[in-house]
C-alpha cells in the first residue's frame, strides 16, 4: 500500500497538510527533445546545412508526385518537408485537374479526410501522367504448311498502349513492339502524329473507378473504339492497374466522323448491328514509369515469358 509524504507549507502560504506527487510538477509543462542541437546538426547532411528549409521547399516542389514520396526516405527532415500541406495540394491540383474544381476539393479534403491533402491524393482514384499504362496480350495462332501433317502453331504477342493527359486527352496505340521502344513515340507524340498513323488521340473520362475511354479508329474516318475500364492499386496510391470490361467499336455507314470527346452508352447507337464487341485483347494494363521503363519485365521477348500476370 503505497504511503503518500506529507509535508507542511511555509507560513506564508498558510499552515495547512497537503499529500505531494512527484510528478505533479510536470503538470503543465511542455518538455523539450531529449536529443541536443549540437548533435542534431552533426547528423545532418551538407545539403540540410547549406540550404534553409524555404529552399528545400522550393526544390521539393519541383519534383513529380511519385519522386516526392521517394524523398520522404531519405531522413526525417525530408520527410518532415515532404509533408508540407502545400506540396501535396499542388500535388492533388494536378492529379484531379479536370475532374473537379479547387472548392470542391477543398472542401472534400475537409469533409472526407480530415485535413489532409496527401491522405486525399493517396485514397482518391486517379491516373497517372508520368509513364505509360501497358497490356501484354497473347494467343494462339495455327499456321498452314503444305505437305506436312503436323502444322506449326505460334504464339503471338502484342501489346495495348495507353498515355494519358491531364486536360482529358488520351494517347493510345497497338503495336507487337515492346515498352522501351514504343515509349520514345508516346513520348514526342504531339511532334510525330501526322506522320505515325500507329497513333491515335482519344478522350477519357473518369468517375470514380471507371474509366471510359473513345477514340477514332486508326486509318477511319468513321469507326469509333470505346473502351471501359477500372482503376485499382496493388498498394494505397498507386493507381497502377486498369481492368478491361469491355472493347467495342461501331462502324458508322455514312461516313460522320464522330468526335473523339463523345462518351456514351453502348445502347445510344444509331443501328446495334454496326455494334461489335471484341473478346480478345483484354489483359489488364500495369502502369510502368518512364524511368522504370528500361528495366520493365514486359520487355522480354516471348521466349522467355509466355505469359504475363499483371497481380
Not at 503543465?28 to 548533435?39: D, E, F, N
Not at 484531379?96 to 472534400?108: I, M, W
Not at 455507314?253 to 453502348?266: E, K, L, R
Request: aromatic letters at 10%; a positive charge; proline letters at 7%.
Amino acid at each position: 500500500m503505497a504511503t503518500a509524504v506529507v509535508y507542511e507549507t511555509s507560513p506564508a502560504a498558510g499552515s495547512y497538510v497537503n499529500s505531494w506527487r512527484p510528478w505533479m510538477a510536470l503538470y503543465g509543462l511542455r518538455l523539450r527533445p531529449a536529443t541536443p542541437v549540437a548533435s542534431h546538426q552533426v547528423l545532418q547532411a551538407p545539403i540540410q546545412k547549406l540550404l534553409p528549409e524555404e529552399m528545400m521547399l522550393t526544390i521539393l516542389g519541383k519534383l513529380p508526385t511519385a519522386q516526392l514520396a521517394v524523398a520522404q526516405c531519405v531522413c526525417l527532415q525530408w520527410r518532415a518537408l515532404a509533408d508540407t500541406p502545400d506540396l501535396w495540394r499542388a500535388a492533388c491540383g494536378e492529379a484531379f485537374r479536370g475532374h473537379s474544381d479547387p472548392k470542391t476539393d477543398a472542401r472534400l479534403v475537409r469533409v472526407q479526410h480530415r485535413g489532409s491533402w496527401k491522405a486525399m491524393f493517396l485514397d482518391r482514384p486517379h491516373l497517372r501522367f508520368d509513364g505509360l499504362y501497358v497490356s501484354r496480350n497473347t494467343y494462339l495462332r495455327t499456321g498452314i504448311v503444305e505437305w506436312r501433317v503436323k502444322n506449326p502453331v505460334h504464339l503471338v504477342c502484342y501489346f495495348r498502349y495507353y498515355r494519358f493527359y491531364p486536360d482529358g486527352h488520351l494517347l493510345y496505340r497497338t503495336s507487337p513492339e515492346v515498352v522501351s521502344k514504343v515509349a520514345r513515340s508516346m513520348t514526342d507524340a504531339p511532334r510525330k502524329l501526322k506522320s505515325d498513323d500507329a497513333l491515335t488521340w482519344g478522350r477519357y473520362r473518369l468517375e470514380g473507378i471507371k474509366l471510359s475511354t473513345a477514340m477514332i479508329y486508326p486509318n477511319s474516318a468513321s469507326t469509333e473504339i470505346r473502351s471501359r475500364l477500372k482503376l485499382r492499386s496493388t498498394v494505397r496510391g498507386a493507381n497502377n492497374r486498369l481492368d478491361v470490361d469491355s472493347i467495342v467499336s461501331y462502324d458508322r455507314g455514312d461516313g460522320s466522323v464522330v468526335p473523339v470527346d463523345a462518351h456514351g452508352d453502348d445502347d445510344d447507337v444509331e443501328d446495334p448491328s454496326r455494334l461489335r464487341s471484341h473478346q480478345r485483347g483484354k489483359s489488364p494494363f500495369v502502369f510502368v514509369p518512364w524511368e522504370r521503363i528500361a528495366e520493365s519485365p514486359l520487355n522480354l521477348p516471348v521466349s522467355k515469358m509466355d505469359f504475363y500476370v499483371p497481380g
